[in-house]
């Protein structure tokens, strides 16, 4: 069995491509022979354990735990002399509660408790870094502001590389040269100030990742004022520009109301005009201005346009409340067409542009 778990290989000529995990990262010996465990169950499995040395137990046991999901080929690969059983198996998960059920039924209490905590430790650093590399940029940024151009050049290698890339220019170009010197120079990071490092980011990525972006709060206020009253809204307006003269203006580009369905292309807003229901398209275009409805009534087809040029002449102006609601409607239905992917709307750019 020392063989199965140091060196365990196979014969290659038959197969396309070695046995590789999910992810892509080619099986070792260790790990092949986690796999053949985990086919065999927890019973059969547990059994075979009992033959093995600690040095062995040990090293299987960190193969199981981080194994995660293998690819049904890749079982076959590693078992094919299984045949058919195998094959037809589908994949196998390796985890770290099999790992532990397993353990628990060959070695006393202590040991197991002592190689289950060296199992963890790995496994929660590399969960670590995947989850502060999937943080939003700037808030990586902005929490590394706060941090010694060391601190951060070991954060930064760490790291996947295309988020350290975007990271990166946003800290500025001085502190940037700075600390590209420092990841050039880095030698390996001490373990006991890696551990510090790890340990502040264990505690600190919670309060990382729950604060929002200017961006993020920009379109957050810009979707409030979007379902403000139009009236109540401009009312505002001067005093919110007033006492916020570089964020308000930033804020309302994002907004999107009723008179921004013009810039929407023509066939886009032919579609949102036929897919709300009823009269809430001649209700939303009675209470328009009046080169917001002319454009509506430009993208239709002669006939329906002329349909609809006559009905607004002839009904009544609806009330304030009415008009809203309509017009509101419009909106909501621009808005799920487009996470739908059946439109796109126009960005802040666009209108800049």
């Known amino acids: 069995m020392n063989a199965a ?12 491509a070695p046995p590789r995990s999910a992810s892509g990262q080619m099986l070792k010996g260790a790990e092949k022979a986690a796999v053949l465990f985990l086919c065999l169950g927890e019973d059969r499995g547990t059994a075979l354990m009992k033959r093995l040395s600690d040095t062995e137990i040990r090293n299987l046991t960190h193969s199981m735990a981080g194994l995660g999901v293998i690819p049904a080929a890749a079982v076959e690969a590693v078992m094919r002399e299984f045949g058919e059983s195998v094959a037809n198996g589908g ?11 397993m353990l628990r039924k060959v070695l006393p209490e202590d040991q197991v408790g002592s190689i289950l905590r060296e199992i ?31 601190t951060a050049a070991a954060i930064l290698s760490n790291l996947e590389a295309n988020v350290a890339a975007n990271v990166l220019p946003l800290l500025g170009e001085e502190r940037m040269i700075s600390i590209i010197e ?75 109301t009723f008179d921004d369905l013009i810039r929407l292309d023509a066939t886009s807003l032919v579609r949102v005009m036929r897919t709300v229901e009823g009269n809430t398209l001649p209700i939303a275009l009675k209470g328009a201005k009046d080169h917001v409805r002319d454009h509506f009534l430009s993208c239709l087809p002669t006939r329906s346009r002329d349909m609809l040029d006559e009905e607004l002449q002839t009904m009544e102006q609806p009330k304030r409340k009415d008009t809203k609601n309509a017009q509101r409607a419009l909106l909501d239905c621009a ?6 992917d059946v439109i796109e709307l126009p960005s802040p750019d666009d209108e800049a542009e």
Not at 91 to 101: I, L, Y
């Open 182 to 256: 420092r990841m050039v120079r880095m030698d390996a990071v001490p373990s006991h100030m890696m551990r510090q490092i790890e340990e502040t980011l264990q505690k600190d990525i919670a309060s990382v990742a729950a604060q929002p972006t200017v961006a993020e709060r920009h379109k957050r206020l810009a979707d409030l004022f979007n379902r403000l009253d139009n009236q109540l809204f401009e009312k505002l307006s001067p005093t919110l520009e007033d006492r916020m003269p570089e964020a308000f203006p930033e804020i309302r580009q994002r907004m999107f």
């Open 335 to 340: 808005r799920q067409l487009a996470a739908e």
């Open 5 to 16: 778990i140091e060196h365990t290989s196979y014969d290659t000529s038959a197969r396309a």
């Open 120 to 150: 963890r430790g790995p496994l929660q650093e590399r969960d670590l870094w995947a989850r502060f590399s999937a943080l939003n940029e700037t808030s990586i940024a902005n929490y590394l502001r706060s941090e010694h151009d060391q």
């Open 91 to 101: 994949s196998v998960v390796g985890s770290f509660s099999m790992a532990e059920a």
